[in-house]
């Protein structure tokens, strides 16, 4: 059985797993969506649904839950009839925003080079 590599210095293993747990957060791709749509300002939870095609109800839910659990998205309920909510970034929130716009943007620039990437991959594979 080969060595271990040797521990950078500094490293510490508890720092890895919440690094590894923030990231798991914000990378997932309904946290990235509203994240992005919330950085031009607050949103309503069903224009933030109609926003984004394909998210279920519950599952904006539990984003939106997450995202504010981590400190990122702040509620507001307006005492109305029927009550309002806003959805909008926090400090912390709006930090992040800039890095999730280009990572966004750089996804949207390079779909067809990833598309051709994926098809020659698949087409290489399928012969095995």
Not at 70 to 92: A, I, M, N, S
Request: net charge neutral; hydrophobic share 40%; glycine share 10%.
């Amino acid at each position: 059985m080969p060595a271990l590599p040797p521990v950078p210095p500094g490293h510490n293993a508890n720092d890895c797993r919440g690094v590894a747990s923030v990231l798991a957060r914000v990378g997932d791709k309904w946290s990235v969506l509203v994240i992005m749509l919330l950085g031009d300002g607050p949103r309503r939870f069903n224009e933030l649904k109609r926003m984004i095609g394909g998210i279920s109800q519950r599952m904006l839910t539990l984003t939106l839950r997450g995202l504010e659990r981590d400190g990122l998205v702040t509620r507001t309920v307006f005492p109305t009839v029927p009550p309002r909510v806003d959805y909008e970034l926090t400090h912390l929130g709006h930090g992040l925003s800039d890095p999730v716009m280009k990572l966004g943007a750089w996804a949207k620039d390079h779909l067809s080079d990833i598309d051709t990437a994926r098809k020659d991959f698949d087409g290489r594979n399928s012969e095995d």
